[in-house]
Nanobody, 115 residues
């Protein structure tokens, strides 16, 4: 079992930046898909960004050019750098790690962007 702990959320004004972190309790080498999802009130959870070991990164159209996903295998941590934040980015953000056998989710971290 792998535990994922997100951090870095908070309240920020529109145009500001935040960096989310997702720390795993063990090695992340095994995971071929690692990503960030978000869920706003009354909406379905959606994919924001992901790293696929075989094909690179991909982003939701709404965050392209503003968000950057990265991983640090030595620190067993996934990051999401969020710049030029907009009020519509307000949501709970979840990290997700997957391999052929398992899927793990973090508990979520709240991001609130004020206008």
């Amino acid at each position: 079992q792998v535990q994922l702990v997100e951090s870095g959320g908070g309240l920020v004004q529109a145009g500001g930046s935040l960096r989310l972190s997702c720390a795993a309790s063990g090695s992340i080498f095994r995971f071929n898909v690692m990503g960030w999802h978000r869920q706003a009130p009354g909406k379905q959870r959606e994919l924001v960004a992901q790293i696929i070991s075989s094909s690179g990164t991909n982003y939701a159209d709404s965050v392209k050019g503003r968000f950057t996903i990265s991983r640090d295998n030595a620190r067993n941590t996934l990051y999401l750098q969020m710049n030029s934040l907009k009020p519509e980015d307000t949501a709970v953000y979840y990290c997700n790690f997957r391999d052929a056998r398992d899927t793990f989710w973090g508990q979520g971290t709240q991001v609130t962007v004020s206008s």
